[in-house]
């Protein structure tokens, strides 16, 4: 069983997921693109052929699509909890679960915009994540 606060951060977890793939993608395409030299003073040793050049180009075709589809699933995740914060009764529950879950700002940030306290903001915040666990306690009883 997730919490309403789990259930709505998982748009953020996603993005922090993806931003991170991509950060490992940048890292991997700098080893594709600025190979070093072939040292040639060192003596010379029979081996097996291996390119690890084609294996680094392999991996980021991988990483490029395993982006891709979490973008994808990021996209309809997104979709989906907009759709289910603006279906909430009271406008300022959807303007600050929309601020906080999907625009990923600060209580404190919020609070800011909105020209409220921090703590009329945190007590608002928790009045607006238990109205969507009552509204939709089925999908958060499923997990």
Known sequence: MLTAKEYLSRVAVMQRCINQKCAEL???ENTIYNASGIDNSREKVQTSVQNKGFDKVDRKIDLQNEISMQITALVL???KVIDEIQ???RELFIDVLFE???ENRTLEEIAVKRKYSY???KHIHGYALEAFRKKYAD???AG
């Open 119 to 121: 703590s009329h903001i």
């Open 87 to 89: 279906a909430l009764d």
């Open 100 to 102: 906080r879950y999907i």
């Open 139 to 141: 999908i958060l009883f």
């Open 77 to 79: 995740l997104k979709h």
């Open 26 to 28: 940048e890292a991997l």
